[in-house]
């Protein structure tokens, strides 16, 4: 099997936005390579006798990004090339990408959708043991909550420190009572623990037709009844079809744990999908930009209810008015 590979010369600050761009437009299996030091916890999760040596972070990173090269030939390589070019350029106009230059070349008999799972082992959120499917739950474990988690080619295993500031919100504000919608829902996580942790009812959107499949695997794995999980696959923020299917007012609790640049336009959005008095649970904020979402939270009419921080990473949970308008649109 052949592989198109499409490396990109950036700058760490940048790696985010540019996987969740580029996943976007249909290439996968993003491969990161940086000299950011890893944390002591990486380390420990990595399951080696000698870890790596950490090296000066010098603030340049590389991105691969790989599209199965089919025996007809396509696709057509040029015109992906010109996509990632198109999307970078665009990336360009609103943030710092760095050099931003884009080298093709192909390879051969990689496994990269699978390779990566030899560093994916079960691991605990607080009390929540998270474990993937080619794993067993050990004896002392059975009593405990375990999410049963594969990720595929959707992101999301619950290790990042985003998934986890939401994790915890999520216990404290659903109720038996619960209707949720999970933007940018991925592999499922958020939707499906949510309903673990008792709520009626969960709605996904997501961009990637990827994330059909690893929810329907997830929610298998972890007896989740697919009645009580609705994924649709759409930009809830620019499709008004989409947002018609979502509902508004509908929503007890919104939960994004999505980029701060994309958090902003979704916010009104999210007011108008929320009950009065509904809960906006919202994460993937780098420190450095936490005013920029708390701003777009309190002007779309939210009270801010409590700030979070893991790592270097930022959770905002808000309340909706009461008095809020609903209004389509």
Avoid at 27 to 33: D, K, P
Avoid at 89 to 113: K, P, Y
Avoid at 257 to 266: C, E, R, S
Wanted: a negative charge; glycine letters at 10%; proline letters at 4%.
């Amino acid at each position: 099997m052949k592989w198109i590979r499409f490396r990109i010369k950036t700058i760490t600050d940048a790696e985010d936005i540019i996987v969740s761009t580029l996943y976007d437009i249909g290439l996968e299996g993003a491969q990161i390579e940086d000299k950011v030091p890893l944390s002591a916890w990486e380390k420990e999760q990595m399951f080696v006798d000698i870890p790596p040596e950490d090296t000066e972070d010098d603030g340049i990173a590389y991105l691969s990004f790989f599209a199965e090269k089919k025996p007809d030939g396509g696709p057509d390589t040029e015109t992906l090339l010109k996509q990632v070019k198109e999307e970078l350029e665009q990336l360009r106009m609103f943030c710092d990408i760095g050099e931003g230059t884009v080298t093709v070349d192909e390879t051969e008999d990689v496994d990269w959708i699978n390779n990566w799972k030899q560093y994916f082992h079960q691991f605990y959120i607080d009390d929540i043991l998270v474990i993937p499917s080619w794993e067993d739950v050990k004896a002392q474990d059975t009593e405990k909550t375990v999410l049963h988690i594969d990720p595929g080619t959707a992101f999301g295993t619950g290790m990042h420190e985003t998934t986890q500031l939401c994790i915890r919100q999520l216990r404290k504000y659903v109720t038996p009572e619960t209707e949720l919608l999970d933007v940018g829902t991925g592999s499922g996580i958020l939707a499906i623990l949510s309903l673990m942790f008792g709520a009626r009812c969960a709605v996904g959107t997501d961009l990637d037709i990827c994330a059909v499949d690893a929810v329907a695997a997830n929610c298998e794995a972890n007896g989740i009844d697919p009645g009580k999980f609705r994924l649709l696959i759409g930009n809830v923020i620019t499709d008004k079809e989409i947002r018609d299917q979502v509902g508004y007012g509908c929503y007890d609790i919104v939960v994004a744990n999505i980029l701060a640049d994309v958090l902003v336009p979704l916010t009104p959005v999210a007011a108008k999908l929320l009950k009065p008095g509904g809960i906006y649970i919202t994460s993937g904020i780098i420190d450095d930009k936490e005013e920029t979402v708390t701003d777009a939270v309190k002007k779309a009419g939210f009270e801010i209810v409590e700030v979070t921080r893991q790592g270097e990473w930022v959770g905002v949970t808000a309340r909706m008015g009461t008095g809020a308008s609903l209004g389509k649109g």
